[in-house]
């Protein structure tokens, strides 16, 4: 089971790098660098978690916010433009569209891999126990 979500996590990693790059975001390159992830488990390889880090303002410029731009203004850019001709910050999703829908990725094939795992536990169980009485 720890192979595969770290090989998920792998796979949504490099995603996160392509979608920074795509968007061109950062000019010091401190947010593509500052990526990693882990995942947790315990010694029999149940996985608890994985883990995604970046710098903090990677956050920020997921959701357009940041330096006088405040959350609850992001949906009114366009009249505060209209308004007043200042352009507010625009969001880049390069975290909320590659990370949520992996995750439910993660999540089916958990579940695929779990349904399989119970189906043969379950057949084990009934090979070693059912008795035919003829």
């Not at 720890?2 to 998920?8: A, I, L, Q, T």
């Not at 000019?27 to 880090?53: I, M, P, Q, W």
């Not at 731009?69 to 433009?81: A, L, P, R």
């Amino acid at each position: 089971m720890y192979e595969m979500v770290y090989s998920w996590a792998k796979f949504v990693d490099n995603d996160l790098g392509k979608s920074i790059s795509k968007k061109k975001i950062g000019v010091t390159g401190a947010l593509l660098a500052s990526r990693k992830f882990r995942v947790e488990a315990n010694s029999a390889d149940d996985v608890h978690k994985a883990v995604f880090t970046f710098l903090n303002y990677g956050k920020f410029i997921d959701m357009g916010v940041g330096r006088g731009q405040k959350i609850g203004d992001v949906k009114g850019n366009q009249t505060i433009y209209k308004e007043t001709g200042i352009k507010g910050r625009k969001a880049k999703k390069w975290y909320s569209k590659v990370i949520f829908p992996e995750a439910n990725t993660l999540a089916k094939l958990l579940a695929e891999n779990y349904g399989i795992q119970i189906s043969n536990s379950i057949t084990e169980s009934l090979d070693d126990s059912i008795i035919l009485s003829i």
